[in-house]
T-cell receptor, first 114, second 113 residues
């Protein structure tokens, strides 16, 4: 089975720009969650998608938005980038959020905002 | 809001010594999960604890969930250099969706050979 894949691996953007990060979930998983991990911190929950609908959101502003596609892959979009958005963005898929199955993380996208 | 605290933040041990990290939640949890993140890597699921007072073992790793379901611990016996990494606990509130795990800040373990 293929694991969770994220692209790109690294990205450098300028403050005020917009960015789109992509994630392919593990085969058979219908739930995708996005996390932001600042250096030296634990992952912080951004939002979760289940069958193309957002079904949970953390304490992030509306300029963080997402999509899930029929094949369960997902995108994270961030508008009006700020310096504090520099972090590792992790996508995690799970078998089904209803049964509390474990999260399978991708390798992440390292975003640097200058 | 809910907080999950982990101590210590860092732990340096000599290979062969034991290691313990503690996790405390401000609210009662429905379950707690533990993840390990190697340097430069991504978090990898280790285990999930659901029942009050539950104890689970994986070779040299022992995981406990407190009776009140507000705290947990991970104990590693006779550490090896392969144990190096950051260990995170992640708690799920009752009624919370799986993605809305609240992660602690982690305990970074270094092992001196």
């Amino acid at each position: 089975e293929t694991g969770v894949t994220q692209s790109p691996t690294h990205l450098i953007k300028t403050r005020g720009q917009q960015v789109t990060l992509r994630c392919s979930s593990q085969s058979g998983h219908n739930t995708v969650s996005w996390y932001q991990q600042a250096l030296g911190q634990g992952p912080q929950f951004i939002f979760q998608y289940y069958r193309e609908e957002e079904n949970g959101r953390g304490n992030f502003p509306p300029r963080f938005s997402g999509l899930q596609f029929p094949n369960y892959s997902s995108e994270l979009n961030v508008n009006a980038l700020e310096l504090d958005d520099s972090a590792l963005y992790l996508c995690a898929s799970s078998l089904d959020w209803v049964v509390n199955s474990p999260l399978h993380f991708g390798n992440g996208t390292r975003l640097t905002v200058t | 809001g809910q907080q999950v605290m982990q101590i210590p933040q860092y732990q340096h041990v000599q290979e062969g010594e034991d290691f313990t990290t503690y996790c405390n939640s401000s609210t009662t949890l429905s379950n707690i999960q533990w993840y390990k993140q190697r340097p430069g890597g991504h978090p990898v699921f280790l285990i999930q604890l659901v029942k009050s007072g539950e104890v689970k073992k994986q070779k040299r790793l022992t995981f406990q969930f407190g009776e009140a379901k507000k705290n947990s611990s991970l104990h590693i016996t006779a550490t090896q250099t392969t144990d190096v990494g950051t260990y995170f606990c992640a708690g799920l509130n009752y009624g919370g969706s799986q993605g809305n795990l609240i992660f602690g800040k982690g305990t970074k373990l270094s092992v001196k050979p």
